[in-house]
Every structure is written in structure tokens, then in C-alpha cells.
């Protein structure tokens, strides 16, 4: 160790930079569900939320909710605001609120003003409040107004932050907040029009513990069995954001482990030419006694210790992430991140870091223990091919294994974590083979007439070549970044190109049963096309084959039909964009026992068959039906779609709107403007939504995930370049050796370099054609096994590829062996 770290520098960044991604990117995902946790109560608004679909709580279910405590409710719902010339108007998500609201933290506007201030009545006009983008969409200021279903608006101040915005569903368009007596002058909640009402409550007594608010709403299940309404308490204040955070963070976590394996390959990489380094010390240790064991375990330690090193450098990188991504945070969520030190993430990272060491080193060590004295002495290194002893070889495995299954059970998805990890382990493994192959075919490649090709050639295969560490570290990171770049580039081509062809153009919500033939008439006139439309109402499906939802345990891939409330509809015949694949259509005029056609991908996956019975909470009533056939639906087509369709008579008699869609082939922006402008006029209770903004809105998000993904991605090429840098860095020595015989032999530097670039070139092709290869395999996995979309090979993904392989191999090749053909002859023949 006092010789120093001296060729242990990429040894220190591979792993430093595995351990910093692992520990940081858990640090940050802890600091935001702390963060949740301890402000639960201002990011849901009270201690207990209720929340009804389509109906308001009736007075028996009032009065109990309000002898909870304090009680602030709220309305939401999608319209659209028009300014009050009727020259613009855009989609908005409606939130009307009372007096008491918020019940915690703070509604912050720009100027501050009190509740009535900003949202009572003034010269014929509710008051409101908008974010900038609304207002920059519509483009007014504040002081001007705006309509509203049949209501008037004036805009009073710029919304800054709502509380508990982070406990909502997400949203296509930005807030709109006005009072309830404002929403109910707008005239927008109608018999079946689609809005939740919630039922925010700061309880008299403070709950003593988790006991304490369970018992709540089993007391609050117990007396209103149809309420139908979720509940929600201030310890899972935003399930949909916990859940995310921990799902990116497991991805993250899977790809800085990756990064950590592909700087294994330098880790072995650095410890054989140390070990090589150290020969004539070992053959004086075995020469004076010592047994293998002993050598071993010496190295062992020292190689322990300077990894130490860098996985405390590691850990101080990632300590420090959360803090650096404070302020990013901050401007993505709407809630005060929780800074600070996180001991088991770090904790985490560190043992990660501990067995890619061991890892990585042992089989180098096993090498170096059965090389005989009298081999280091002639300068015979550590090259001769085959394995080690048996016992490193188990135990280098079993350190894998561990490894492995340590990701695997830290995962929240214990599923995709096992895919990610044999999908990892069988790239490693195939990329070794096809090491070993293109070393075997550089063996049998014929002889070529140019010298430098010649010497390219043979420098992949001989004895210390870096074909095998190159191959291994640079294709895995490059697999890496086609499968992401692959997957997303399918989805922006199925967002961007091929939704837009296949979807409608338009949806249009809350249509009531008594203006449905009016608006037709309307469509028809003003943009001809295909207009479908249908009745719809919500419901949340509360039992399967007479067994709570809440109890079951079903696929990952179904839990969100049971999750929140579902769009139903009733029809007398199978609807367009299905095609029944089992069971019988009920007949056009049936009245007998509730019949349900389930959507067949999501009924295989909940477990359904034929005959089993759904149980949906709709308008405050629990309905059971009986599973009647399956259908197969194209959700993909955007078009309308809906998991349960009913027979008619399920819902007779119950209020319910209208949904419609409008296809027009090769209609222009103006008219699809005009169309919107003449609806909003004559319907203003009518939600328009604009299929190619929404898909806008879709795009945008991807777009900021995938260059989040790929700059995460980005470190497993970062530690790719570190293992490239320590190869030619591990085979300088015999490269001197070679490029100093060489120019003795009369080679010039010109040809020398001209046949390391060949030699760069040729590994790098391979390389890049075998990451292309399996990364284009594991997105067409991914886009069209999981996520059931269309998937096509991108040239520009695999020109990239390979343009980036060959750059790193000869960029960072030649770098070093520019250095190399520096040496001057005579001190180097002087020692051979």
C-alpha cells in the first residue's frame, strides 16, 4: 500500500461511479417519500379524505363525516374556459372549493388574497384563479374574464401553488379553481355528468396511530357498505407518487448496477496487471515459503482496501445527490423535499459495491496463486488461458448469485428486477462468447497483403488481447443505450405518427341525453366524419365472484381495472374496435339477470372465466353482474373503448351522459378550431378534447422521461469508456514491448498507427453490432409483448450505435497508444 494507487485509478472510478449512482439515485427516492410521509397532511389536505364519483354524499353520510371534525369539500371536473368573446378557448381541470379550504398548508396566489376576495361574487362574476399557462393559452391577464359552462369568470390572481395538487389524479390541462357556488352557477354538474366530489376532513381528535385511522374506515365501510367512495388517509397521501418514485428509483438502481458489472470487467481488468506488476514480489514470497493461500489473501486485502477507497468516494458522491437535486425537485413537485444523510440507501450501495469487487478479483487472484515461482521469474505473467481452481470459481459464482438475488429482493417488482438481472447476466455471458468468437475468427481470418491489417488482425487474438474487455464492458453499456433509444423511439413514432392516423380527432364528454341530437347536428354541420357516440357512466368494481377487491391478489399488469373508478357503458350489440372471442352476445332486447362483456387481455389477467360475477359501485349501488362473453379490444387505436360493456338493462333508469367521438380524415387545424369554437358557443357544458393535444401532452412527458432514462443509462457507457481506458492502460507494458520490436523491424509510426485504429475499428464494429442486435431484441420485447404496440427497426438508432462504438474504441485506443509509440527503443531492449 505504500507504493501508492498507481494503476488503480480506473479500479477507483468503476467503482466510485457505481456505488454514486446506486447510493445517490436511493437517496433522492428516499428524500421524497420522507418528504411524503411527513407532510401527508397538507399534500392530501386533511387526515382523512373521502371521495365520490358522479354524486355528492347524501345527508346520512354528511352528517357522519362532519362529526369527524372539520370539513372542507371540493368539487373537480374537466370543462372547457372560453374567454368572454368567444375568440379562444382551451381544456381546463376544474377544482371549486369552500371557505374551509385548505384545512392544511397554504393556497398561494400572486397578489395574495383572501377566500372571498378571490373567489366570491363581483359585478355579475365568480371570482378565479389560473396558473400562467392558462392564461398564456388563452392569452388574457388577470382582471379579465373568462366562461364557464354557463357561468362567468374573473380572473383575480395567478394560481402559485395548491397544497394538495400532488394527491390528484393527473392532468391533460392546467387548473381552474373557483368557488362550489361558482361551479354551481356554471350549470357543468348535471345528472350524469363526470365529476368527483371529495370530503377532506381534520379530525377533532388527532389519530393516535395507523390502528387508529383503519378503524376508521373499516367503521366508515361498515356503515355505508354502497357508499362507493375511496378512501384515503394522510399516511398514503400520494399512492400514484410513492409508487412511481420507487419504480424509477428501481430502475435506476438496476442500471447503476449495471454500470457497477461493467466496471467489474475493469475492476479484473486493473487487478491482473497489478497482480502482473507484482510478479517478481510473489515469486519471492513462494520462493521463501509461502503457499498460495498466503498470496493470496495478501492481495486480497489490499485489493479490499483500495476498494474501500473508492466506495467511500462513492457514497460521499451519492450523500451528496439529494441535496443536488433539490432544486430540481422543487420545480417538478409541489412539495419541499427532505434533504438529508440516508443511511441504508448508502448502506445499500456499499455492499453492492463490496461484491462486484469480490466479484470481479477473485478469479485473477485464483490465477496468481498457482503460477509458479519459477514462471514469474522467466517474466512469465498471468496469461496462460483456462480457470482457476475450482474453490474461486464457486465462490466468485456464489458472490454473483448473491449479488443477483440481492436486487432482485430489494426490488418492488421482484418480476422485472429478475428480468433485468438474467437479461444482464445473459448479455455478459453471450458477450463473452462473442469475444471469444471474433478472437477465433481473427485466428482463421486469411493471410491479408497489408502489413497493418496483418498486425491488426493479430493483435485481436493473441495472448493479453483487449478484445475480450472491450467486447464485455463496451457492449454492455451499449446494449443499454439501443434498447432504451429503440424503445423510445417506437413510442414517439406511435405517439407522433401512428396514433394521430388511427385515433379520433376529437372526444367529447358530459353530453346530456336531451342535447345528444342537437350536437350531432351541429358535427355534422360544421366537420363532417365518422361520429360515434355512446352512453357512459363510472363505476368502481368493488367485488369479484362475491370477494372484496381490496383482499385479492391479482397480476401486477391488471391491478388498474380495480384500481379508482372505470368509464362503463351499456350496448345492445358488440360494440365497434371489439370482436368477441368467447361466449355469446346477449340479445337486442334481453331483460333477465345483469350481463357484462369483459375485455379479454385484462379478464385473463384478473383471473375471469365465463360465468364468474363483477360487482360495480355505480351512482352510490352495488350492481352484480354475470360474466356473459369476452371480447377483444384494440386499445391501441385510441378509439372508444371500454373494459366492461353491459347489457341495457343494468342501468335503466339511471342518469348518465353521453360520450362521443369524431374522426374526420385530412380535416385542417382551422377547421378542427372552428369546430371546437361552435360547441363551446352552443354546448358550453360539453368537454371538448382535442386527441393530437393530449397526445402532445403524452409526448412531452416521454420525452422528459426518456432523457431522464438515458442520461441514467449514460453511466453504464461512462464506466464502458473507464474499463476501455483501463485495458489499454492494463496492456501497455506488452504493447511498448511489441510497437519497440516493431519499429526496430523497420515499421514506421505512421503504419503502427494505422494498425491500432484497424485493430480499434474491427473490435468496435463487432461490438456495436452485437449491442445493436440484442438491444433491438429486448425492446421488441418490451414494445410489443408488454406494452402491446408495434415495433419497427430505426436506422438512425443503428447508425448511432455503431458511429458511437467505433468512436469510443478508436478514439480512446489511439489516445493510449499514441503514448505507447513515445517509448524510445534502447531502454526497452535493454530488458527483454
Known sequence: MRGG??????????????????????????????????QGQEILGGEIRFRLTQREANDAEKAWIASLGT??????MRSMAQREDGSNQALVEVKAVDGAYPLYGSLVTDPPLDHETLFGERDGAFGAVAPSLLLDRL?????????????????????????????????????????????????????????????????????????ALKSL??????????????VRTFENAAPSLSSNVERFSQFLTLVGLTALVVGGVGVANA????????????????????????????????????ALVGIAAGLALGAMMPFGAQAALQQLLPIPSEVGF??????????????????????????????????????????????????????????????????????????????????????????RLVGDLVQTIARHAPRVRSTALRLAIGNIHRPGALTPSVVVSLGLGLTLLATLALIDGNLRRQIGDRLPDVAPNFFFV????????????????????????????????????????????????????????????????????????????????????????????????????????????????????????????????????????????TFAGAPHAWLSTLTAENATPEEESRLLNAITRAFPTVTSIRVKDALDVVNELVSQLSTAIRAAASVALIASVLVLSGALAAGSKARVHDAVVLKTLGATRRMLVRAFAYEYLLIGLATAIFGLLAGAVASWYVVARIMKLSWTMLPEVAVGTVALALVLTVVFGLIGTWRVLGHKAAPVLRNL
Request: charge should be positive; charged fraction near 20%.
Open 510 to 649: 358530459d353530453i346530456q341525453p336531451h342535447e345528444i341530437e342537437d350536437f350531432s347536428m351541429l358535427v355534422e354541420r360544421e366537420l363532417p366524419g365518422k361520429l360515434i357516440r355512446v352512453p357512459m357512466l363510472r363505476g368502481r368494481v368493488v367485488e369479484l365472484n362475491g370477494k372484496d377487491t381490496r383482499n385479492l391478489k391479482v397480476a401486477p399488469e391488471g391491478e388498474w381495472v380495480l384500481r379508482g373508478d372505470r368509464g362503463i357503458t351499456y350496448s345492445a350489440t358488440v360494440p365497434e374496435n371489439s370482436t368477441l372471442v368467447e361466449g355469446e352476445w346477449w340479445p337486442e332486447n334481453y331483460d333477465g339477470e345483469p350481463l357484462v362483456s369483459f375485455s379479454a387481455q385484462e379478464g385473463k389477467e384478473l383471473g375471469l372465466k365465463l360465468g364468474d360475477t363483477i360487482t360495480v359501485n355505480v351512482l352510490g349501488r352495488n350492481i352484480t353482474a354475470r360474466i356473459a362473453n369476452f371480447r377483444r379490444v384494440e386499445w391501441e387505436t385510441l378509439a372508444m373503448n371500454f373494459v366492461m360493456v353491459f347489457s341495457p338493462n
Open 139 to 211: 392569452g388574457i391577464r388577470v382582471g379579465e374574464r373568462v366562461k364557464l359552462g354557463r357561468g362567468l369568470f374573473e380572473i383575480r390572481a395567478v394560481l402559485v401553488t395548491e397544497p394538495d395538487a400532488v394527491s390528484e389524479s393527473f392532468g391533460f390541462a392546467p387548473r381552474l379553481m373557483v368557488s362550489l357556488d361558482g361551479l354551481k352557477a356554471a350549470g357543468l354538474i348535471q345528472p350524469g355528468s363526470l365529476f368527483q366530489y371529495a370530503y377532506r376532513v381534520k379530525l377533532a381528535e388527532p389519530p393516535s396511530g395507523s390502528n
Open 217 to 230: 374506515r373499516n367503521q366508515a365501510s361498515k356503515l355505508f357498505p354502497q357508499a362507493g367512495w375511496n
Open 271 to 306: 487487478v491482473r496487471a497489478y497482480l502482473d506488476s507484482k510478479r517478481s514480489v510473489i515469486a519471492t514470497f513462494k520462493s521463501l515459503g509461502a503457499s498460495g493461500n498466503f498470496v493470496v489473501l495478501v492481495y486480497l486485502l489490499q485489493i479490499m482496501l483500495i
Open 5 to 38: 494507487l498507481r494503476g488503480f485509478f480506473v479500479f477507483l472510478a468503476c467503482i466510485a461511479l457505481g456505488v454514486a449512482a446506486i447510493g445517490g439515485v436511493n437517496s433522492v427516492a428516499r428524500s421524497i417519500s420522507a418528504a411524503v410521509d411527513s
Open 342 to 431: 440516508y443511511p441504508r440507501a448508502l448502506a445499500l450501495a456499499a455492499v453492492f459495491g463490496i461484491l462486484t469487487t469480490l466479484a470481479f478479483a477473485l478469479l485473477p487472484l485464483g490465477r496468481a496463486r498457482d503460477v509458479p515461482a519459477t514462471a514469474l521469474f522467466r517474466e512469465m505473467g498471468f496469461e496462460a488461458r483456462g480457470w482457476p481452481r475450482k474453490t474461486y470459481v464457486v465462490a466468485a459464482l456464489a458472490i454473483a448469485v448473491a449479488l443477483a438475488l440481492l436486487a432482485i429482493f430489494h426490488a418492488q417488482e421482484r418480476r422485472i428486477a429478475t428480468i433485468f438481472v438474467v437479461s444482464a447476466v445473459c448479455a455478459f455471458l453471450v458477450l
Open 71 to 76: 370539513v372542507s369539500e371540493s368539487a373537480s
